[in-house]
């Protein structure tokens, strides 16, 4: 098995690139992973990251984890929405695990 980089479009975020598991079968590449496996480790690394979180990343993270906005907003409810600033909560709303440097391989 080996591993490419992909262009990620179906998550809704143009600028995602992910290094995944491949397997060929039948002369057909396909990614070698779970379902869900792939949008976790971008729900992982957008919390994680060190830039504010922007629109269309909260509608990737509801969508993703299958929240409306009152479920995400619960932990920042003096806080608007778009100015998400406690990852550490957002980690825990979402039932990830906090961390850093994370790949769809997980």
């Known amino acids: 098995m080996s591993t490419k980089t992909i262009h990620y479009q179906l998550c809704g975020l143009d600028y995602v690139y992910i290094r995944v598991p491949v397997a060929k079968s039948k002369g057909e590449e ?12 971008i729900a992982r690394q957008l919390i994680s990251a060190r830039v504010p979180i922007r629109g269309a990343e909260l509608v990737f993270l509801r969508k993703t984890f299958g ?15 778009s100015n998400v600033k406690h ?9 990830l695990p906090g ?8």
């Open 67 to 81: 929240m409306t906005l009152k479920d995400l907003a619960c932990p920042f409810r003096n806080k608007k929405y």
């Open 87 to 95: 990852r550490s909560s957002l980690f825990s709303v979402i039932g």
């Open 30 to 41: 396909y990614i070698n992973l779970p379902m869900g496996v792939i949008e976790k480790a």
């Open 99 to 106: 961390g850093r440097g994370v790949s769809a391989q997980e």
